[in-house]
């Protein structure tokens, strides 16, 4: 039944008396719609952001076996594999038997495979592509027919059409940008055997996170005929059929020497107990019901404090209006509803503005970067319950922000608000409200170190940084007390800031939310980026050329010099230093100190995986200090053919490098002295132990681990990680429980006595050098030793490759161009350092940049509405005789001194917020676990604060009320 007229006309009438005072006062009422749109719109996308940035489980499937098959299986070694449930991650053990026939395999899969299960096969390799002077090294390429519909959905063409002939190829997008293909381009591709092979582009494929840079036709590799372990390619098999395959289906498959991905499985993982090997603790997952249900209670919460202020202030520029309403018999209610509708139409229009504005800069912020090759957002996930719950979220915290003023605008006394007295501001600013908040903030904090719970750190920082509201007035009038002391202008804007409470409390206030949410996201980004930083070490400085001979012998003369005159001809090198590498018949590497406290990064298990605290004083003689799989005792891995040794260096090379330290390794390197490239590798005496034995004995035993049937425990993976290369799996030759450093207490070798010696072979010699330590993690260099050092030995010394000093950041044209030039010219192989970079930290950069343009244009719009609220006293300065020009002034100073007030408070209660973050993922586990460093971006905060505050007085003096001239009395006392 509908409602009558009768009472619908109460409700249109309010309506239409709310919507003309929205329009008597335009600007502030777009001001206000304005910032509920930048807040919906931030939260819609910050969401899109997240979920796009992490695929769903169907998504996911449909990316590694089409929307048809059921499972993925692919050859690994002969023996058993473990694997995660989701296939990050997979170790193989092998059993020395020889691998059975790719017929035998395949009966021996359909009996283990639900009943009415079929079997596809395919190929999978890893291949070098050139096209026309570019190259690409390291593709993942699949051979098989998509013809049928066992794969429909796999490879989504963007342009073209699939390859149906052998010598056909489909191309994914990022490869197409990075090599300019196109349908008809001609493509050079050089499989794990050096052979060559030509296909023609006829299609260019969507690039994805697991990403199969190119689909070939059946014929496009060699034939390898009947077998599974053959030495360029490795045999894939797509399982169809309606039954699922279960998690029990996948270990018995796992023990036949296959590892498989199934999409029952990714949908529904096994329980932890019953998964061998875990998932990868930095695999992108979806974010848990219980992170997006905090991060809308902090959306409600930073809504709620943006939001409130300015609402308070906009009713109290209506007062005159509606004190004239109820001055012609309009009653508390009726003023009420006005006050509400008022906030309700702008809410509601503001946050629809916003939802539409955010979802469509995700969506074409996605596509371009889709468009680029990049594959840090798969896919554009914006479910739309999750649009209407942020609109209406917005809306009612509007609505409730609202209400106290409405409350205030039934009781307010006509005949004063008509008279235009200024109502008195109270004598005393209420600053014992921010106690309960600072005492309940302090509470929270101590029950989590108490209990401990990590959980509540955050809640603790930010109810204790709720403190900071209460006192934005009050740090407005402690600024106003030594004004006197300032310039004019700075005086006057201090003194009305501290006069005008309630102004000044709502612009600080908003500035100081959105510049506590961008410094916390900063603080927390920041802190997540350099934890994958520290995992991914850099070879050289952004933009040094390293280039590798990859030969088992010393290369010509003639050689190294092509090779040289390619770099600076290709990529204008100024300077090419050769790197030296002492030959393989005797095998350098440091010895660490036994005594020495063990370095946080060889404790193991590594951070995130820990069950237990680190015992302290923990040396790096203790079996769990592993040293040896982090780059001390590893030598150097530079390409050489199979083997690698010391570099062998007067300063040049360390220099043309630029790591940190590298003046101070130079120096050393000059002065005859060693230089070990971990802290580790540093005796306490100030000097290195160098071991000197022949190759493949040592201290410790590298290469090939031990399973529990005697077969070797080798990493296998065969989808990409998380920054787009593979994800390592297996072991690092890590020793046992049991076994010794080979060293005594004194520093002297000393061989075990068991079975398989760990300590140096008996012929082996320890030289003890001076010696320097630079930190330079991984197993780029271990150890590296002056000309002198190796010529007193007698050792031979090999021409490695050839290192370039970086002038300026090369395009990625030139480098493809270069390294295309470079293995045509001396069959070397060229790489450019980059800067590191995965989904993650780019998503991470992403939610960074949105959080700085929804904190910058929050408080532009706050000093707007505060600017907008003082017109009458810049009309009075005009009055009295101020020239417009020191109007300019004021209204620049009042921005600038509500901004710097806001960025003041804001930094304090971000820094808080994000530490507390950082601090709470580090004791998650109950002990302190240093998953994550507390870093603090200073240039980026700098940079983008002071341009707020800059912005903030630009704004000021832009939109200071001085075009219009002011006359009393027939005068003009601004003329």
């Known amino acids: 039944m509908l409602p009558s007229?009768?009472?619908?006309?109460?409700?249109?009438?309010?309506?239409?008396?709310?919507?003309?005072?929205?329009?008597?006062?335009?600007?502030?009422?777009?001001?206000?719609?304005?910032?509920?749109?930048?807040?919906?719109?931030?939260?819609?996308?910050?969401?899109?952001?997240?979920?796009?940035?992490?695929?769903?489980?169907?998504?996911?499937?449909?990316?590694?076996?089409?929307?048809?098959?059921?499972?993925?299986?692919?050859?690994?070694?002969?023996?058993?594999?473990?694997?995660?449930?989701?296939?990050?991650?997979?170790?193989?053990?092998?059993?020395?038997?020889?691998?059975?026939?790719?017929?035998?395999?395949?009966?021996?899969?359909?009996?283990?495979?639900?009943?009415?299960?079929?079997?596809?096969?395919?190929v999978r390799a890893t291949v070098d592509a050139e096209s026309a002077g570019r190259s690409a090294e390291d593709l993942t390429?699949?051979?098989?027919?998509?013809?049928?519909?066992?794969?429909?959905?796999?490879?989504?063409?963007?342009?073209?059409?699939?390859?149906?002939?052998?010598?056909?190829?489909?191309v994914g997008a990022d490869l197409a940008l990075r090599l300019g293909l196109s349908p008809g381009d001609s493509l050079v591709l050089t499989d794990a055997g050096g052979d060559e092979h030509t296909v023609t582009v006829t299609g260019v494929h969507r690039a994805a996170r697991d990403r199969t840079d190119l689909l070939l036709a059946p014929g496009g590799l060699p034939d390898q005929g009947d077998r599974l372990d053959a030495p360029v390619s490795s045999p894939v098999w797509f399982v169809s059929g309606h039954a699922p395959v279960t998690w029990e289906t996948v270990l018995e498959i796992n023990a036949t020497g296959s590892s498989v991905l199934s999409r029952a499985v990714i949908a529904d993982p096994p329980d932890p107990e019953e998964v061998a090997l875990p998932a990868d603790p930095a695999a992108s997952v979806p974010p848990s019901p219980w992170v997006f249900g905090s991060a809308l209670a902090g959306v409600c919460l930073l809504t709620g404090l943006v939001v409130g202020p300015a609402v308070a202030v906009r009713a109290r520029r209506a007062t005159r209006d509606l004190a004239l309403m109820a001055a012609q018999g309009g009653d508390p209610r009726t003023l009420r509803r006005i006050v509400l509708a008022q906030a309700f139409l702008v809410s509601s229009a503001g946050g629809l503005v916003g939802a539409a504005a955010g979802w469509g800069g995700v969506w074409a912020f996605t596509s371009l970067a889709r468009a680029r090759g990049d594959v840090t957002f798969p896919e554009l996930v914006l479910p739309v319950r999750d649009v209407a719950l942020l609109w209406l979220l917005g809306v009612a915290v509007t609505l409730a922000s609202a209400l106290p003023p409405a409350v205030r605008a039934g009781r307010a006394d006509p005949v004063a608000a008509l008279s235009g007295r200024p109502v008195p501001p109270p004598r005393r600013t209420r600053v014992w409200w921010a106690a309960p908040f600072l005492l309940s903030g302090a509470a929270l904090t101590a029950a989590a170190l108490l209990v401990p719970a990590s959980s509540l750190y955050v809640p603790g920082a930010a109810v204790a940084s709720l403190g900071l509201v209460p006192l934005a007035p009050a740090l407005a009038v402690s600024a106003a007390r030594p004004a006197g002391r300032l310039p004019l202008v700075a005086r006057l804007a201090l003194r009305e800031a501290g006069r005008h409470r309630e102004r000044t409390g709502m612009a600080v206030t908003v500035v100081a939310t959105a510049v506590a949410a961008l410094v916390a996201v900063a603080v927390t980004g920041a802190s997540v980026v350099a934890a994958e930083v520290e995992a991914h070490p850099p070879r050289a400085a952004v933009g040094t050329a390293l280039l590798s001979f990859d030969a088992s012998e010393e290369p010509a003369p003639e050689r190294v010099d092509a090779a040289a005159d390619t770099l600076r001809a290709e990529l204008g090198a100024e300077e090419v230093v050769p790197v030296r590498m002492l030959a393989p018949d005797r095998r350098w590497r440091p010895l660490p100190d036994p005594n020495r406290p063990c370095p946080e990064w060889a404790v193991t298990p590594p951070p995130g995986t820990r069950t237990e605290p680190v015992p302290e004083g923990l040396l790096q003689g203790e079996p769990n200090c592993a040293l040896d799989g982090f780059g001390l005792a590893l030598g150097t891995s530079w390409p050489t053919g199979g083997w690698d040794n010391a570099l062998v260096d007067d300063g040049s090379l360390v220099r043309a490098l630029d790591l940190p330290g590298a003046r101070r390794a130079a120096d050393a390197l000059a002065d005859g002295r060693v230089v070990v490239t971990r802290d580790a590798g540093l005796w306490t005496d100030g000097g290195a132990r160098v071991e000197i034995a022949p190759p493949g004995e040592g201290t410790w035993t590298f290469g090939e681990s031990r399973g529990e049937d005697g077969g070797s425990v080798v990493g296998d993976t065969g989808d990409p990680g998380d920054d787009g290369g593979d994800v390592p799996g297996g072991t690092t030759g890590n020793p046992?429980?049991?076994?010794?450093?080979?060293?005594?207490?004194?520093?002297?070798?000393?061989?075990?006595?068991?079975?398989?010696?760990?300590?140096?072979?008996?012929?082996?010699?320890?030289?003890?050098?001076?010696?320097?330590?630079?930190?330079?993690?991984?197993?780029?260099?271990?150890?590296?030793?002056?000309?002198?050092?190796?010529?007193?030995?007698?050792?031979?010394?090999?021409?490695?490759?050839?290192?370039?000093?970086?002038?300026?950041?090369?395009?990625?044209?030139?480098?493809?161009?270069a390294r295309s030039a470079v293995r045509e010219a001396a069959a070397a192989d060229l790489s450019v350092e980059e800067p590191y970079a995965s989904p993650r930290a780019r998503r991470t950069h992403a939610l960074l940049a949105l959080a700085a343009l929804v904190a910058v244009g929050a408080c532009l719009v706050a000093t707007r509405l505060a600017a907008e609220d003082a017109r009458s006293e810049r009309r009075t300065l005009l009055v009295v005789g101020a020239s417009p020009r020191t109007d300019r002034q004021l209204g620049a100073a009042r921005s600038g001194v509500l901004a710097v007030l806001g960025v003041l408070a804001g930094s304090v209660a971000g820094l808080a917020v994000g530490t507390a973050v950082v601090v709470g993922e580090n004791l998650a586990p109950g002990f302190h676990d240093p998953v994550w460093p507390l870093v603090v971006p200073w240039p980026l905060l700098s940079g983008v604060l002071g341009g707020l505050v800059a912005a903030a007085v630009a704004l000021g003096a832009a939109t200071a009320p001085v075009t219009k001239r002011v006359r009393v009395r027939g005068r003009n006392p601004s003329a």
């Open 5 to 122: 007229r009768d009472r619908l006309s109460p409700l249109l009438a309010t309506l239409r008396l709310a919507r003309r005072d929205l329009l008597r006062h335009r600007t502030a009422s777009l001001l206000l719609a304005l910032l509920l749109a930048l807040l919906v719109g931030g939260a819609v996308a910050g969401d899109a952001l997240v979920r796009s940035s992490s695929p769903s489980a169907e998504s996911r499937a449909t990316t590694l076996m089409g929307e048809a098959a059921q499972a993925r299986v692919e050859w690994v070694v002969p023996g058993r594999v473990l694997q995660s449930p989701e296939g990050e991650r997979a170790v193989s053990e092998g059993d020395g038997e020889s691998a059975p026939s790719r017929g035998e395999y395949e009966v021996l899969l359909l009996s283990l495979l639900p009943e009415g299960s079929s079997l596809l096969g395919a």
């Open 141 to 170: 390429v699949l051979e098989t027919d998509t013809g049928g519909p066992e794969l429909a959905g796999m490879f989504v063409s963007e342009e073209g059409v699939p390859p149906e002939e052998p010598g056909e190829a489909s």
């Open 736 to 817: 046992g429980p049991d076994a010794g450093l080979g060293i005594d207490a004194e520093g002297v070798p000393a061989v075990e006595d068991s079975e398989e010696p760990t300590g140096p072979a008996p012929d082996a010699d320890v030289l003890v050098r001076d010696a320097v330590a630079v930190e330079w993690p991984g197993t780029g260099y271990g150890l590296i030793v002056p000309p002198s050092l190796a010529a007193e030995r007698g050792q031979e010394v090999r021409t490695v490759g050839l290192v370039a000093p970086a002038v300026g950041r090369p395009s990625p044209e030139a480098v493809e161009g």
